[in-house]
């Protein structure tokens, strides 16, 4: 089994991902790797964490990265702190 796959899972038609936000970063990127000791896939974004920009910009990456509509992505707990995994 890969690493990530402990990071995503399946639930009533959804995938959900366990993440692990590094705002702040010089650059945006998703995925940026995985951290086996959060079982979570890391992603960069620009943004700093104030005023939801951080929140933003992972669900525009994520969006970006499957291709899919931004109304598809959602955050479902973790607003306040790096573990997300991507509804408000």
């Known amino acids: 089994m890969r690493d990530w796959e402990n990071a995503v899972s399946l639930s009533n038609n959804e995938v959900r991902l366990q993440l ?9 990127v998703f995925p ?4 086996t000791w959060r079982n979570s896939i890391e992603i960069k974004v620009k943004a700093g964490a104030k005023e939801n920009k951080a929140n933003s910009e992972v669900i525009d990456q994520i969006a970006m ?3 899919i509509s931004l ?6 707990h973790g607003q306040k702190n790096r573990e997300n995994d991507s509804c408000n």
Do not use: D, L
């Open 32 to 35: 940026a790797g995985y951290n």
């Open 20 to 28: 692990h936000v590094i705002p702040g970063s010089s650059q945006s």
């Open 71 to 76: 109304k598809e992505v959602c955050i479902i």
């Open 65 to 67: 990265y499957f291709n």
